[in-house]
C-alpha cells in the first residue's frame, strides 16, 4: 500500500490484513510500555486545514506507539495565514525530510493531490465530504469485534448524509465486506444522486429499528449547512434522534456507534450515547490501534511488533 486515501483503494484481503495488524497493535496499545520500535527513524507530520480532536491525536498518538518522530501543522500560526498554496506548504514540508503526510482538508480530493506532488506516504483524514477511510476502518474493526462477520449484518446509517464523509467511507467498506446498508434520513440531508450507492434508502427510523444489527449515527454538520435543511434541530430530533426510548425498538443485541463529535440530544440521546449498546469509546480506543496497522502498512518493514 503506497498510499491510503479512499476505501476504494482497498481489497478485501487488505482491510483483512489491517484487521489483523490491528489486534496485534492493540495488544500493544495494552502494555504497560505501549510503544514497539516498529517506525523508528520515521518522521509523520499531520497537516490539518480543518478542525479535530480524536482524528489528529489518534494519528499522533499511533505514530508514536511506532516510535516514529511526529510534527504537527495546523493551519493557526502557518505559513497558510500568508497566502501560501496547498502544493507549496507540502513541498516545504517534505524538503525537510519525511516519510509520511496524514492530511485533513475541507476540499474534497485534497490529498489525493498531495500524493501527486510528494514522494511521502499520504493518508487521508478526512477530506471535505468526500471520505475518511480510517474512520472506516476503526469502525469495521469494532463491529468484527461484536459480530465476528460481516456478512449479511443489517446495518443503518442514520443522519446527515449529504455532508459525512464518514457515511461514504462507511457505505464504501460495509459493502466490502458483505453488509445489507440502509440510510435512514430526510430527504434534504440526502445527495441528490445516489446512484452507484449499494444502499437503500428510507425516510422513517421507527419503522428500521426493529430489523437493525447496528445504527451508526452521524453528526448533523452545522458548519456545512449554508442554507436549511431541515426546519430545525428540535424538529430533526423528534424524527431522527436515537432517543432511549426509539432504541428500545431495536433487537436486543444491536450496536449503537457514532463517530464523534456527538451533538448529545439531537442526533443521539445522552442515555443512549453512555448507555451499554453504545460502542462509542470503544470506537476511539481501537481508532488508535488502527491507525497503527495503517502507518506501518505504509512505512514499515520487518515484524510489525518485535519488541
Ligand atoms: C468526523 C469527521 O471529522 O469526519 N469525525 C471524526 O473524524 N471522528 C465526523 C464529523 O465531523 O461529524
Known amino acids: 500500500m503506497r498510499h491510503l486515501l479512499s476505501v476504494d483503494d482497498l481489497t478485501r484481503a487488505d482491510v483483512d490484513g489491517l484487521m489483523e495488524l490491528t489486534d496485534s497493535f492493540l495488544e500493544v496499545s495494552r502494555r504497560e510500555i505501549a510503544k514497539v520500535p516498529a517506525l523508528r527513524g520515521k518522521t509523520v507530520v499531520s497537516l490539518f ?27 493557526k500560526g502557518s505559513s497558510h495565514a500568508k497566502g501560501e498554496s496547498l502544493r507549496d506548504t507540502v513541498q516545504t514540508i517534505e524538503a525537510m525530510g519525511i516519510d509520511a503526510l496524514v492530511v485533513r482538508h475541507q476540499a474534497a480530493g485534497a490529498p489525493h493531490r498531495v500524493a501527486d506532488w510528494v514522494d511521502a506516504a499520504v493518508c487521508n483524514a478526512g477530506d471535505g465530504r468526500h471520505e475518511h477511510p480510517t474512520q472506516a476502518l476503526l469502525d469495521m474493526y469494532t463491529l468484527r469485534q461484536h459480530l465476528g462477520s ?11 448524509v ?22 435512514v434520513a430526510p430527504p434534504t440531508l440526502l445527495p441528490s444522486s445516489l446512484a452507484g450507492w449499494p444502499v437503500v434508502v428510507h425516510h422513517d427510523l421507527d419503522d428500521v429499528l426493529p430489523e437493525l444489527d447496528v445504527v451508526i449515527l452521524l453528526r448533523i454538520q452545522r458548519e456545512r449547512q449554508d442554507e436549511g435543511l431541515f426546519p430545525s434541530l428540535r424538529e ?72
Open 49 to 75: 486545514y480543518e478542525d479535530s480532536t480524536r482524528t489528529r491525536i489518534s494519528f499522533e498518538t499511533a505514530a508514536k506507539r511506532l516510535s516514529a518522530d511526529t510534527m504537527t501543522f495546523g493551519v
Open 162 to 183: 449529504l455532508n459525512s464523509r464518514v457515511a461514504r467511507s462507511d457505505v464504501k467498506a460495509l459493502d466490502l465486506l458483505g453488509a445489507a446498508v440502509t440510510l
Open 236 to 307: 430533526y430530533a423528534l424524527r431522527y434522534g436515537l432517543t432511549a426510548e426509539r432504541a428500545e425498538r431495536l433487537p436486543e443485541h444491536a450496536l449503537v456507534m457514532h463517530p464523534g463529535p456527538m451533538n448529545r440530544g439531537v442526533e443521539i440521546d445522552p442515555d443512549v450515547a453512555d448507555g451499554p449498546r453504545s460502542t462509542i469509546t470503544e470506537q476511539v480506543a481501537n481508532g488508535v490501534a488502527v491507525r497503527m496497522a495503517v502507518l506501518f502498512s505504509l512505512l514499515g518493514s520487518g515484524a510489525p511488533v518485535a519488541a
Open 150 to 160: 460481516l456478512e449479511g449484518a443489517r446495518v443503518a446509517i442514520v443522519g446527515d
